[in-house]
Every structure is written in structure tokens, then in C-alpha cells.
């Protein structure tokens, strides 16, 4: 019996009886006193389990949990590959935050999160070192005003932000009513209504060279109304207003392709010919068109005829420097 197995099995004699023995536990589970008790220990200490000594009765139980302690709970016996994903990515996450808006709670949070990845006597890190997230065009985001935009978005206020667009150069000042903040390939975004162009808008905080909170009401907009706006366009352009383009793939391509989710709302399928065939949505073409010509020659615009004829130019342009 590994140690996460003992700690499930120790949890459950736990639930199974009011009180109970030591030498119940170390009968059950086949160990000495001594990695009972570190057993014991590490199920307090890092999981959170209110387990207590009971004098009179002569044995443990479980007690009332402290109501500002983190929740116990078990871990698994192991991941499928999204959960590991998403532990991983979370610690990575917590060690990149600097000391400010959540200060008070990282450490905590790492701490379960590691309790977490040790399962079958495997050491948090140990899954780590074996494990290897890969974070690729990751932007540097100055973090006093990443705290300032995540405050006013939690707390409901107005911005006031100056902006560099990459694609002019050129810098602007918004009055926004900051939405949401999205982790988006490997980069932050905050979505917003846009109080200048009367409309939703998102921006990098990347890109974002000031921002304080304002005095104003901000702009609310329905959980369903936020959604079909900004899950309608491709990738972290938004926009209601939609075209549907259809990518062909080569049969060799589709063999990756087809596994792929480009689009919440895409749909696929094979032709007689082993191609891949993808519909998806878009409103603004800018991502859209990076994405296909990654894949260079392995895929065809087939439709809308404005696209192919982007998708061409950009091509042809590219070749122009060889």
C-alpha cells in the first residue's frame, strides 16, 4: 500500500468509526508507528485534515475544521494529462506573481498545490523535474499595473489607461470599465467596455504604460451579452458581427489537425481524398491568418474569397524577401 492510498484509507476508518485506535490504524494498514505518524502529520500539516487526538476516548477522530484554514481534501491517485496541466501551469503562475494583490494567499495556494502533486510516493519535486511546461512569446507585464487593473476589475471601478498600439506605434488614452482578465497564450489580457469607442474592447496589459482607477460608474454588461461577443471572433479578437472561413488540409497535416480545437464553435471533416476540411469563425482575420500560414503549404484558404486573397498576399509578400 503506497502513501496516498494509506491517507485514503486512513480518511476512511476515520469516517467509518467515531474514534479510533492507534493500533487499529496500524493494523489496517500494515505499517510501523513511526510512518504512522508521519502519515499523521504530513495529512495536518499539508492537507489540512482536522484530525485530533482524543484523551478520554483513546483515539483519533475528526474534529471541526478551522473555518479560516483552507479546505482538506485528498489528493488523486494520479492526473490525466489536463489536470496535470493545469496544477503545473498554476504553480507557474503563483511563481511569476510578485508580492501585491494576492500576497496574503500565494503561499498558501503553493503550498496546497504541491501537497496536490505528490501522489504515489512520487515528491512534489520530483513530478516538476519530470514535468516540463513550455511557455512560448511570453510578454513581460510591469506588474504595479497588472495589480491596479486586477483591483479595479475586482472591485468594480473605472480605469483611466494610456495604450500602445503595435500595429500604429502610437499611444492613446482610454477611460475603460475593465470586464475580465484573460490568460491567453502565455499573456494577459483584460477585456473592457471601452467608454471612447462605445464599445467592447480588450488590451494587453502588456502594452498598457499607465493605469489608475477613476471615479465614474462603470459599464456592466450581462454574463450571456459579454460571451457571445467575445467567444463569437477568433482567438482574442472579438466581435458578434462573424465570417465562416473553411481551411482545407493535406491528408499528411490532418493527421494533427484534426485533433486540434482552433474554435469552441468549429466544425471538421474528411473529404474523399484524406483531406481535412475546417470550418471556424472569425471577425478579425489578424490571428486567423498567422495560424494558417504556420502551417505553410500543408493548407488552402477555400473560403471567404477576401481571406484567400489576404492569406495570398501575405505569402507573396514573404516570398518577395528570398
Not at 487499529?24 to 482536522?50: H, W
Amino acid at each position: 500500500m503506497d502513501r496516498t492510498e494509506r491517507f485514503y484509507k486512513i480518511d476512511q476508518l476515520l469516517n467509518d468509526r467515531a474514534v479510533v485506535p492507534v493500533n487499529a490504524f496500524l493494523e489496517d494498514l500494515g505499517i510501523s508507528l513511526a510512518t504512522f505518524k508521519r502519515d499523521l502529520e504530513y495529512m495536518r500539516e499539508r492537507l489540512n485534515a482536522p484530525i485530533q487526538w482524543d484523551r478520554e476516548a483513546g483515539g483519533y477522530r475528526y474534529g471541526q475544521p478551522d473555518a479560516l484554514a483552507p479546505s482538506f481534501a485528498l489528493p488523486g491517485l494520479w492526473f490525466n494529462p489536463g489536470e496535470v496541466h493545469a496544477l503545473l501551469t498554476m504553480q507557474h503562475l503563483l511563481s511569476n506573481l510578485e508580492p501585491g494583490l494576492l500576497a496574503g494567499h500565494i503561499k498558501p495556494l503553493q503550498a496546497r498545490l504541491k501537497a496536490l502533486l505528490e501522489s504515489r510516493d512520487h515528491s512534489a519535486e520530483e513530478v516538476e523535474n519530470r514535468f516540463r511546461i513550455v511557455h512560448a512569446a511570453r510578454r513581460q507585464v510591469a506588474t504595479t499595473h497588472f495589480e491596479v487593473i486586477a483591483s479595479a476589475t475586482l472591485s468594480r471601478k473605472r480605469l483611466s489607461i494610456r495604450h500602445y498600439s503595435r500595429q500604429t506605434g502610437e499611444e492613446s488614452e482610454r477611460i475603460v470599465s475593465p470586464l475580465q482578465l484573460v490568460y491567453y497564450r502565455d499573456n494577459w489580457y483584460v477585456d473592457t467596455w471601452c467608454h471612447l469607442r462605445e464599445g467592447i474592447r480588450s488590451f494587453s496589459i502588456d502594452a498598457i504604460r499607465h493605469a489608475e482607477m477613476v471615479e465614474g460608474k462603470v459599464k456592466e454588461l450581462p454574463g450571456a451579452k459579454l460571451k457571445e461577443v467575445l467567444e463569437s471572433g477568433y482567438g482574442i479578437f472579438s466581435g458578434k458581427e462573424v465570417t465562416w472561413a473553411r481551411l482545407r488540409f493535406s491528408p499528411e497535416r490532418a493527421r494533427w489537425v484534426a485533433n486540434e480545437l482552433w474554435h469552441p464553435q468549429q466544425k471538421g471533416e474528411f473529404d474523399p481524398d484524406g483531406h481535412y476540411l475546417l470550418d471556424l469563425p472569425y471577425n478579425d482575420d489578424r490571428e486567423l491568418i498567422m495560424d494558417i500560414m504556420r502551417h505553410g503549404a500543408e493548407v488552402e484558404v477555400v473560403a471567404p474569397e477576401q481571406l484567400r486573397e489576404r492569406v495570398k498576399r501575405e505569402l507573396g509578400a514573404a516570398l518577395a524577401h528570398y
